[in-house]
Structures are given as C-alpha cells and as structure tokens.
C-alpha cells in the first residue's frame, strides 16, 4: 500500500509512515521532559529574582520615610502595642514597616488562621517541615506570591522570611518553589554573598532543613539561573 503518491511519483508506504512516525514519538518522549524541566527552572528563577526585588523595593521605599532599617526597632515595640508575644510583634513590625510597601491581597496569622497559609511544605529529600512552627505573619502579593514571616529574638533578633513563589501550589519544596531570606536587620538572600562551592555543598546536602535555605543565594550566584548541578527534583 502506498500513501501520498502522484502519478509518476514514489509515494511513502504505511510501514515507512509508521516507522518515522514511531522515530518522532521516541524522540519527542526523550526529549520534552528536558524541555519542560528546563522551561520550570526559568520560570522558577524568574521568580524568585522578581520577588527578590520586589521585597528589596519595599525595603527601600520605607527607609525613606522610616529611616535606615537598622533604626526600625524590632525588639523596642511597647508590650502595649505589639503585645508581649513573638507573632504579635512580628505582625506589628511586618504591618508597619514592610507591609505598606508591597501589593498585598491578603493577609493573616498563621497562628490563629489555616486559610489560606496553614499547607504543609517539604526539605529537598522529602521530609515534612511544620509550617506552624515557622511563620508568625503571612501575606500574599498581587502576583501570587506568598511571604511567611518569622522572627527570632533574644541574642540574635533578626526576621526571616520564607518566599513561596507560587503560593499553596505544589510541590513546596524548599529550593525548589520556596526559598529563605532575611528581612531584618539585613535584606539579603540566607548565604548571599558565600562562595558559590559553599552554597551548591550545602543546597545539595539533604538531611538539615537549613540546607535547603542555601538553594536561592546559590539561583543568585549564577546570575539567577539554574544549573545543571542544582538539586532540582
């Protein structure tokens, strides 16, 4: 049986239409999982340096009316307006120096609220984080993205900020959809600035969940990319 063919002219048999067909199905399965992957990390990266910008923006924006960052006083809020709590005065510090300054379409604490933060997020070798037991404060941009706020006070009193770049959506791993900064008293990526060999060794060790905080600074390093050796799952 011949197919496609004139007068005169040599036509394809269905044995070869099958078989080149058969040759485009096995090269399409090989290749567009790797064409996917790679379309996921840009976007990834994409993201992660806009959200970056966004929050170093804000930061900006309100040191003009604030002063420099250090001068905010984190841990000189009055009991009486802030409370005597961690979340309490991790909201008051977020709602009256961050807050204002980004596009916010939803807001709440994690502490008293499951909806629409209280999901459940995961290390790169699949263990489960309790998501409770890090954030104080959460709001969710105009882009989808959502910040976790937490803060640490005493010794070291400094507010960390979890950035999940596409919000409940999966996989919420960190390093992969959610990343770690530092919102006060410095605003910079957790490792920015370490050498590249430290940021991939620790971003690609499994096992402590502070590993993983590593994997955006390391996205940062390679000028917000994502290479062939980043532990990307």
Not at 76 to 81: G, L, P, T, Y
Not at 106 to 124: F, M, Q, R, V
Not at 149 to 160: E, H, K, L, M, P
């Amino acid at each position: 049986m011949q197919l496609f063919g004139g007068a005169g002219k040599k036509a394809f048999t269905l044995a070869e239409v099958l078989i080149t067909l058969g040759i485009i199905g096995v090269v399409a399965a090989m290749t567009l999982p790797g064409l996917v992957q790679n379309y996921q990390k840009k976007v990834t990266a994409t993201r992660l340096e806009a959200a970056y910008s966004q929050i170093r923006q804000a930061v900006r924006m309100s040191e003009v009316k604030n002063g420099e960052i250090r001068e905010w006083h984190l841990t000189q809020m009055s009991e009486e307006d802030a409370g005597s709590t961690g979340v309490n005065k991790t909201k008051k510090f977020v709602q009256e120096y961050i807050e204002p300054y980004l596009k916010a379409v939803h807001k709440d604490e994690l502490i008293s609220s499951g909806s629409p933060y209280n999901y459940n997020y995961y290390t790169l070798d699949g263990a489960l984080v309790n998501s409770n037991g890090h954030t104080h404060y959460s709001i969710a941009l105009n882009n989808g993205v959502y910040l976790h706020f937490n803060a640490n006070y005493g010794t070291s009193d400094r507010i960390t900020l979890r950035i999940d770049i596409n919000g409940r959506q999966k996989p919420n791993i960190i390093g992969i959809d959610t990343f770690y900064m530092y919102i006060y008293p410095n605003v910079q990526l957790v490792g920015e600035g370490e050498e590249r060999d430290t940021l991939l060794e620790r971003c690609k060790t499994p096992g402590a969940e502070i590993n993983g905080y590593f994997c955006g600074a390391l996205i940062q390093a390679d000028g917000w990319e994502i290479k062939d050796e980043y532990p990307w799952k």
